[in-house]
């Protein structure tokens, strides 16, 4: 048992450098949804769909994101960025990454720009009740 274990680590710590796996992890259909859930999350942040934004959001986020609190820090994120602001469609997604976890589906990287600036969310998309939500947020360019 412990040698399977030990394996198991091994195999786990070169999956992290994209060397190899225990289990399939990132599956197209994974990487479809959470495309498409981190897409449109942005887009109902630009839209000014705040409440839509908001059912995105697992639990734990829903319950520090209110849909006011998202509108505030979208403004703080975008400034005086002038009109009109877009979701171009630049995306950047991994289906592996240091913190994984069981249920998560994919990280993905969503641009937002306007004249004058250049930003963009970053969420983790998992599996909650047999729904795709947002278990992790960040604003901005890194």
């Not at 520090?64 to 400034?79: F, V």
């Amino acid at each position: 048992m412990r040698a399977a274990v030990g394996v198991c680590r091994l195999f786990l710590g070169l999956s992290a450098l994209g060397l190899g796996a225990c289990a399939q992890v990132g599956s197209a259909d994974d990487e479809a949804i959470t495309r498409r859930t981190g897409l449109t999350f942005a887009e109902h942040l630009v839209g000014g769909r705040y409440d839509q934004a908001h059912q995105m959001l697992g639990r734990e986020l829903s319950a520090t994101w209110s849909p006011e609190k998202l509108r505030t820090r979208y403004q703080e994120m975008i400034g005086d960025g002038a009109g009109p602001i877009v979701v171009p469609g630049h995306t950047e997604h991994l289906a592996r990454w240091p913190d994984r976890q069981a249920k998560d589906r994919g990280w993905i990287y969503v641009s937002i720009t306007g004249t004058g600036f250049a930003e963009a969310v970053t969420v983790v998309v998992a599996d909650e009740d047999g729904a795709a939500r947002i278990r992790q947020l960040e604003w901005g360019r890194p």
